[in-house]
C-alpha cells in the first residue's frame, strides 16, 4: 500500500484518530480484515482484542465511563454485532459513547444470501442512538467523522457504523475531521425558579440525582443546596459513576426491592429530579404499584440527563442562596476488620476497610451487595459504578475498558458467580493487557435473587426442577481453575479473614488477580 | 395455585407438551419467574439450565437437527434474546425449528423505560421466520400453538414468541392443541423432467445436495440416480446432518477456499441443485468471483430445501431409470494409527481410526479440520454437523442439544480454540446434565483463518499490533483449567499418540471430557 493511495479502512482509522478516538476493542473476522490491515499501519490507535464481542461493547463503556471519551469497537457482521448488544443494552442506558464499527459483507455479495449474511442494520437499530451504512469507500471516512459526532453528543450515544467489505478496501481520497461535540444545554431559569420554589416549601422534599449530577461540581452544588435549605439527598439505584467515599458529599441511593424503595421515599411532598428519570421499579409485580413515588408528591425536573447539570445546580444553588454553605459529607469511619464465617455484612466491611483510595469499584454484585452502598460510604474515596441496563455480565467487560482508561487506578469488580459466567473471556484480555483489575467473585452457587422471586410467588417448596434452574451447583463453577485457563492469578477464600488476606495480595499486585469467595 | 386455576405461564408449558415440546432449555430471569414455577409444576418438559443464551439457542438448534422436533428456549427481556441472536442466526440458516420463548416487562411497564425495557420484538426480528407478542394471558396458550406450527413448518423455522410478564401470572382457560405439520411440498413432474434431460445430456453433470438430501433414503437415492447417470454427487459447503462413513453413499462437499471450490466446479456443464442453493463464496474478495458455479453451466433447481426431497429424488431416479442401481459407497479403509509430532493429517487419521459407530461429530475445526470431510469419508459410520450460519461459538451449544435428543450416540465436537471461546459456557451444562459429549480443543492459538487472510492481502510482514490482533497467545489459554473450571474432566495431548490415547479415554467414558490438542 503505497501511502498516497488510502483505502476506506486506512481512511477510517486515521478519522478516528483525527477525532480523539485512541481506543479499538476488537473481535474481527475476514470482512474486517482490511481494518485489521489498517489498523496495523496506523499507530496511534490502541487495539484491544477481546475473545467475545459482549467483552468488546462493555470495554467501550467502561473507558467512555472514565475518560468521557468515545472508543471504537471492531465486531464481525450480524452476528458478530448480534453477540456485542447486550452490552452496548447497558451503555446505552448509561448514556455512554460508543463508536460501534461493524462489519458487512461486500455490497454487492449481500444479496447472494451466504451463510453470515443478515439486516445488520436491523440488527444493531434497537440499540443504536444513530446508525449508518456506509455504501462507498469514497465517503466512508465522512461517516465516520459523523459517527464521532454522535458518539460525543452529551453526555454520550451509541453510534454504529456498518462498513461492508468493499467500502474498506476501495479507494478513499483521505480521513475527514469531525465537529468537536457542542456543548450540554442549560435549563431555563423557569426551571430552576420552579425548583427553588419546590425547596422552599414547608414540606419534606428530596432531590434525586441521576446521570452526572453525582460526581464532581454537580454533587458538590448539590450538596450545598441540601445542607441549605434542609432537602434529603438521593441518587437513582443505578448510576453510570458516582463519586463516593470519605470527605465526599453524602447521598443515598433509592434501594431495589419496591417495597424498599416505596417505604423510603414515601414522606416526601416534593421531589425535585436533576439528571434523574422519574423512580419507578426495576420489574412490575402483580401486587405492587410500579412507580414508586408517593402519588401525593409533586415532581419537579430540575434538568434532563443530557442538560448541563452543573450549571442548572449552580443556578439552583444561586437561587436558594445555598453557594459555599458547607455541605454534609461522609467520614471515615474507623471500622475493625471482621473477621471468622462469611457474612454479607462481614463482606462489605472488609471492602470498606481495605478498598484503595481512588478505586474504581464495579458493582455486579446483585444480591451479595445490596448493603455495599451504605457500607462504603466511609470508605476511601472511590467511584462506584453500576450496570444501568440491568444485562448481567456488564462488571468483567466494563473493568477491561475503565483499567485501560485509568491505569493509574486500581479497578475492583465485585461480581456475582452466575452474572460473571456472560462475559467471563473478559479474563483473558485483561490478562493479555495486564491491567490493574482485582475481581471479586460472590459464590453463592445460585441465581439467589431469582430464588428470592420464586419464594415470593408461592408458599409451596419448589421441587428439584425449579431449584435446578436457579443453582449454579452440581456442579459446583471453580473460578480459580477458571481464572487460570484465562492466564489470571487467582486465589480462594472461604472466611473473612481469608477474604481480608486476598484482597490484600490483590491490591498489593498491579495485575488481575482474581478471588472466588465462598458464601 | 389450585389446579382449576391455570395462570399463563402453565397454559403455554402444558401446551408445549401437548405438541411434543419436551425440552426446554432456559436462562431465566425475574420476568420469566411465573415461567420456572409451571415448569416446576409440568413433569413432562426436560428443563435444562444454560449459563449463557447462546448455549441455550445453540442447544435448541443441536437438539432439532437430531430429533428432528422442536425444543423451546426461555430468554430473559431483549438483552437475554440478544445473546442468544448468534446461534439462532445458525438455526435459521440450518433451517432448525425452534420455539423460542423470550420474557418481556409486563404490558403497563414498558412505558416506564425502566433498565431492561428494550424493544424485544425489533431485537428478534431479524432472526425469526415468525414472531409474536402475546398481549393477553387468555391468549397465551393459543399463540404457543402456532409458534409450535409456525416452528415445526418443514423443515423448520425459528418462531420467537414474546411474553409479557402480565400474560404468564394472568389466569388462562387452558392449554391450547397444535395442528400437526404439513408434509412438504411436492415438486412438479415439469421440474423432474427438466432435471432428468439434464442429467441425461452428452456433458459432465453434477448433482449437488443440500438440506436433507445428504441423509437417509434421499442421499440413497441420488447415490443410485449417480451411479446409473455418471454424474458426480457433491454437497454444499455446510450441512446441517450429512451421513457419512463406511458402507454409505460417497459424496463429496464443495470446499472454503474460493480457488478451489471454483476449480472443483469449473467442469461441469450441467448442474442440478436438490435442496442447495447457487453455490457462492463465502466471503467477496475484490479480485475473485463470489459465484462459484462457471457462466457456462446450466443450472437446473430440481427442488428447494423446504420441498420433500426423498420424492423428488425418488421422481428423477425412477425417470432416469435408476431405481435399484447399486449406489457407489464409501469402503473402511484400514488406516493406521499416526504417531508422533502432530500434522493436521495426522489428526484427521486418528480420528477417522476412532470415531466410534453412530457418532454424531459437530465440525467447528475451521482451519484445522480442512481436510477431515475426505479423510472422514471411510470412517465407521457417523453424523457430520457443520454451522450453516457461520457465526462461531456453535459448536459446543449444539453438542448439548444433541447429546440431550440422542442419549445413545456419542457427540464429538471438534473445536478451534477460538471458536470455543465464544460459548466456553456450555461445559457447563454438559456436566451438569453428564452428557456423553468428547470435546477435542485445537489448539493452535491463533485465529488461523484470518492470519491466511492476512496475508493474502500483503507481501509486507504484518507488525506486532495486526499480529496481536490475530493471536490468542500471551497468555496461552489452557483449556484443562478452563474445562475443570466448569466442572469437565480434561486432558492434554502434544503429539497424536497423546491424542489417540486420550481420545480412548475420551470414548470410554460416558460424560463429558476436553481434550486440549497442542498444535
Tied chains: 1, 2.
Excluded at 423557569?190 to 419546590?198: G, L, Q, R, S
Excluded at 485457563?485 to 495480595?505: Q, W
Amino acid at each position: 500500500m503505497q501511502s498516497n493511495s488510502m483505502n476506506g479502512a486506512e481512511s477510517v482509522v486515521r478519522t478516528l484518530v483525527a477525532g480523539d478516538v485512541r481506543v479499538c476493542f476488537a473481535n474481527p473476522g475476514t470482512s474486517e480484515i482490511h481494518f485489521v490491515a489498517a489498523l496495523d499501519r496506523v499507530k496511534e490507535i490502541r487495539c484491544v482484542l477481546t475473545l467475545f464481542e459482549g467483552v468488546a461493547t462493555g470495554a467501550a463503556d467502561g473507558y467512555f465511563r472514565m475518560s468521557e471519551v468515545p472508543a471504537a469497537t471492531l465486531l464481525h457482521l450480524g452476528p458478530g454485532l448480534a453477540n456485542g448488544l447486550a452490552n452496548l443494552h447497558n451503555a446505552k442506558k448509561a448514556r455512554s459513547g460508543i463508536v460501534n464499527i461493524v462489519g458487512q459483507h461486500a455490497t454487492y455479495h449481500i444479496k447472494l444470501d451466504a451463510p453470515l449474511s443478515s439486516d445488520v442494520e436491523a440488527i444493531g437499530h434497537p440499540f443504536s442512538d444513530w446508525i449508518r451504512v456506509s455504501d462507498n469507500s469514497a465517503n466512508v471516512a465522512n461517516d465516520c467523522a459523523a459517527a464521532i459526532e454522535a458518539a460525543r453528543r452529551p453526555p454520550g450515544q451509541i453510534a454504529t457504523l456498518i462498513l461492508p467489505a468493499d467500502t474498506t478496501w476501495g479507494a478513499a481520497a483521505g480521513y475527514a475531521m469531525s465537529n468537536p461535540p457542542s456543548a450540554p444545554p442549560k435549563v431555563s431559569g423557569e426551571a430552576v425558579n420552579i425548583a427553588a420554589t419546590a425547596l422552599r416549601k414547608d414540606s419534606r422534599s428530596v432531590l434525586i440525582l441521576g446521570g452526572g449530577a453525582v460526581r464532581g461540581r454537580a454533587l458538590e452544588l448539590a450538596g450545598q443546596i441540601a445542607a441549605k435549605t434542609g432537602c434529603e439527598l438521593m441518587c437513582e439505584h443505578l448510576n453510570a459513576r458516582a463519586e463516593r467515599g470519605a470527605g465526599r458529599v453524602h447521598f443515598a441511593r433509592i434501594p431495589y426491592v419496591v417495597d424498599q424503595a416505596i417505604e423510603a421515599l414515601r414522606d416526601f411532598k416534593e421531589v425535585v429530579l436533576v439528571g434523574a428519570k422519574l423512580p419507578v421499579a426495576f420489574f412490575a409485580y402483580p401486587d405492587r404499584p410500579n412507580v414508586l413515588i408517593s402519588e401525593n408528591a409533586t415532581i419537579t425536573q430540575l434538568a434532563n440527563i443530557d442538560d448541563d447539570l452543573a450549571s442548572a445546580l449552580e443556578s439552583l444553588a444561586s437561587e436558594v442562596n445555598a453557594l459555599g454553605t458547607p455541605p454534609r459529607v461522609a467520614y471515615r469511619n474507623p471500622i475493625a476488620l471482621p473477621s471468622g464465617k462469611v457474612t454479607l455484612d462481614g463482606i462489605g466491611a472488609v471492602l470498606a476497610s481495605l478498598m484503595p483510595t481512588n478505586a474504581i469499584a464495579i458493582d455486579e454484585s446483585l444480591t451479595t451487595g445490596r448493603s455495599f452502598w451504605s457500607q462504603m460510604a466511609g470508605a476511601n474515596p472511590h467511584d462506584w459504578l453500576n450496570s444501568m441496563g440491568g444485562s448481567v455480565g456488564f462488571g468483567l467487560p466494563l473493568a477491561v475498558g475503565a483499567a485501560i482508561a485509568s491505569p493509574d487506578r486500581k479497578v475492583v469488580a465485585l461480581e456475582g458467580d452466575g452474572s460473571a459466567m456472560y462475559t467471563l473471556q473478559a479474563l483473558w484480555t485483561m490478562a493479555r493487557e495486564q491491567l490493574d483489575v482485582t475481581i471479586v467473585i460472590f459464590a453463592n452457587r445460585a441465581y439467589r435473587i431469582l430464588q428470592g422471586e420464586l419464594a415470593a410467588l408461592s408458599a409451596a417448596t419448589p421441587s428439584s426442577r425449579a431449584i435446578d434452574l436457579l443453582t449454579l451447583n452440581r456442579p459446583n463453577l471453580d473460578w480459580v481453575h477458571l481464572a487460570r485457563g484465562h492466564g489470571v492469578e487467582a486465589g480462594r477464600a472461604i472466611n473473612l479473614d481469608e477474604f481480608a488476606r486476598e484482597l490484600g495480595r490483590a491490591f498489593d499486585s498491579t495485575g488481575p488477580y482474581l478471588i472466588e469467595l465462598i458464601i
